[in-house]
């Protein structure tokens, strides 16, 4: 007998003889329907997010590169990157960023390592903590920082009162705003990296000791290969945040003059028309962009990296 063929459109003749698999084509036009089956109910969410991120991405891009007249022209990079007030800003936001990332790494990286230890009750307390700790920010950390470390701050005054000699670092400086960033980072860093460490199995410690591996052994060969590309991956998160937050530093620094330069800063004052031209802050967001895509970037890679020994 026959095999039976149905067809939509012209397609390949089906294997001669008795046995032939039977062939449904799709008819035309099926995959986009099939398409629009499955992402029709995200549709409003994918329009809504191209309207405010895409849209006004391409806007600042192409305005980084438009004259007054609307003609394109690279001398609103060129103006930018000869303004000793912009190379400070930028590289001013990247040293910070690199900063804060590193310290929170570093006390992070312990404070995953002994939570994840912890039994159930004494993790979900900190967890929530910690989770508390990382939401805090922009204006209100700033009040934070004042209230505390500031000149007449509750810590200052009471280690004043103490006769133990402090003087707080200044808000509008390099360290002052580090201090501040690590409120918020270091918990973020702790949420981040916490868990990969969880799935570091215990069994895979025991088989090293049986091995007759020291713990110095096993990190080096089973543990950082394992979690280094989490940790750096977290590391790359840190950077990303640290150099565009917006409303901490401008709590903290606000116009005041010898505040640390930082590309946001700049960007505020820029909009404010006290300081720049309007064609600055688009190259400033542009170099964000830059910035942050890079980065992301490099974290996707390194995360791909390193699931595959979890899996």
């Given at each position: 007998m026959s095999s039976l063929r149905i067809e939509h459109g012209p397609s390949p003749a089906a294997p001669a003889g008795d046995?032939?698999?039977?062939?449904?084509?799709?008819?035309?036009g099926f995959s986009v329907i099939s398409l629009l089956g499955d992402w029709g109910l995200a549709m409003p969410l994918i329009l809504v997010a191209g309207t405010v991120l895409l849209v006004p991405c391409f806007a600042m891009i192409l305005s980084s590169f438009s004259a007054a007249d609307g003609s394109l022209t690279l001398k609103n990079w060129s103006d930018t990157f000869a303004s000793k007030t912009a190379v400070d800003a930028i590289t001013g936001s990247l040293l910070l960023g690199f900063t804060v990332a590193t310290i929170?790494?570093?006390?992070?990286?312990?404070?995953?390592?002994?939570?994840?230890?912890?039994?159930?009750?004494?993790?979900?307390?900190n967890m929530g903590i910690l989770n508390v700790a990382s939401h805090f920010g922009g204006i209100g950390l700033g009040f934070g920082f004042i209230a505390a470390l500031g000149t007449y701050g509750m810590v200052t005054l009471s280690l004043?009162?103490?006769?133990?000699?402090?003087?707080?670092?200044?808000?509008?400086?390099?360290?002052?705003?580090?201090?501040?960033?690590?409120?918020s980072n270091i918990p973020l860093f702790v949420i981040l990296t916490l868990p990969a460490v969880?799935?570091?199995?215990?069994?895979?410690?025991?088989?090293a000791q049986t091995a007759s591996a020291s713990r110095l052994q096993f990190?080096?060969?089973?543990?950082l290969p394992i979690l280094g590309p989490f940790f750096i991956g977290s590391w790359l998160l840190i950077f990303t945040w640290a150099v565009g937050l917006y409303g901490?530093?401008?709590?903290?620094?606000?116009?005041?003059?010898?505040?640390?330069?930082?590309?946001?800063?700049?960007m505020a004052k820029s909009l404010t028309g006290s300081f720049f031209g309007k064609n600055y802050m688009p190259v400033y967001a542009v170099v964000l962009m830059i910035s942050a895509g890079v980065t992301l970037g490099l974290y996707q890679i390194i995360l791909r990296r390193g699931t595959r020994w979890l899996k």
């Open positions: 046995g032939a698999p039977v062939r449904f084509n799709r008819p035309p929170a790494a570093a006390v992070g990286i312990p404070l995953s390592l002994m939570i994840a230890r912890m039994p159930g009750l004494g993790r979900s307390i004043n009162a103490l006769g133990i000699p402090f003087v707080p670092p200044k808000q509008n400086a390099f360290w002052g705003l580090v201090i501040a960033y690590e409120y969880a799935a570091l199995r215990n069994e895979w410690w025991e088989a990190w080096r060969h089973i543990g901490l530093p401008v709590a903290l620094n606000g116009s005041a003059p010898g505040s640390f330069r930082l590309i946001t800063l700049e």
